[in-house]
T-cell receptor, first 112, second 113 residues
Framework: KAGVTQTPRYLIKTRGQQVTLSCSPI?????VSWYQQTPGQGLQFLFE???????NKGNFPGRFSGRQFSNSRSEMNVSTLELGDSALYLC???????????FGQGTRLTVV | QKEVEQNSGPLSVPEGAIASLNCTYS??????FFWYRQYSGKSPELIMS????GDKEDGRFTAQLNKASQYVSLLIRDSQPSDSATYLC?????????????FGTGTQLKVEL
């Protein structure tokens, strides 16, 4: 059974640019959640998509957005990048509510 | 007050000892609890989940939940150097939260030879 796949693994972007990250969940899982992890703030929830609908949203500015496709793959977009957006971005794959969540390997984003 | 609190450590234990990691949470509607292990530079790996009061054992790991005290812990028996990592406690609400997890800042565990 394939795990959670995130691409790309590493990214270097310049301030002001935008970036799109991708996440393919475990086969059969319809929930994809996105998290940002930084040394100062820890793991913070960005948003969750379930069956192509955003089900939950964290406290991040509108520059952070996402979507989910019919095959459950999800993308996360960050526009007008800031230095503070440098972080490890993780997606978590889950089934219905109240099930366990499994993380992908993450995308390390560096903004210069 | 943070929703999920953990002592950042480092917690140092000798090889073969029991490591005890603790987590408290503030929201009483939290109903599902998880422990993740994260090695440096890697992503979190789920090691235990617990949903009801009491103990849950899986190999060398035991999760303990006390909802009245809003407290969840993880015991690692026969600690090995490979257990050295950061352990993250996560909680999820029963309703309205979907699969949203709220994490503590993690406890760094060091198992010394």
């Amino acid at each position: 059974k394939a795990g959670v796949t995130q691409t790309p693994r590493y990214l270097i972007k310049t301030r002001g640019q935008q970036v799109t990250l991708s996440c393919s969940p475990i086969s059969g899982h319809r929930s994809v959640s996105w998290y940002q992890q930084t040394p100062g703030q820890g793991l913070q929830f960005l948003f969750e998509y379930f069956s192509e609908t955003q089900r939950n949203k964290g406290n991040f500015p509108g520059r952070f957005s996402g979507r989910q496709f019919s095959n459950s793959r999800s993308e996360m977009n960050v526009s007008t990048l800031e230095l503070g957006d440098s972080a490890l971005y993780l997606c978590a794959s889950g089934g219905q509510e109240n099930t366990e969540a499994f993380f992908g390997q993450g995308t390390r984003l560096t903004v210069v | 007050q943070k929703e999920v609190e953990q002592n950042s450590g480092p917690l140092s234990v000798p090889e073969g000892a029991i490591a005890s990691l603790n987590c408290t949470y503030s929201d009483r509607v939290s109903q599902s609890f998880f422990w993740y292990r994260q090695y440096s530079g890697k992503s979190p790996e789920l090691i235990m989940s617990i949903y009801s009061n009491g103990d849950k054992e899986d190999g060398r790991f035991t999760a303990q939940l006390n909802k009245a005290s809003q407290y969840v812990s993880l015991l690692i028996r026969d600690s090995q150097p490979s257990d050295s990592a950061t352990y993250l406690c996560a909680v999820r609400k029963l309703t309205g939260g979907g699969n949203k997890l709220t994490f503590g800042t993690g406890t760094q565990l060091k198992v010394e030879l």
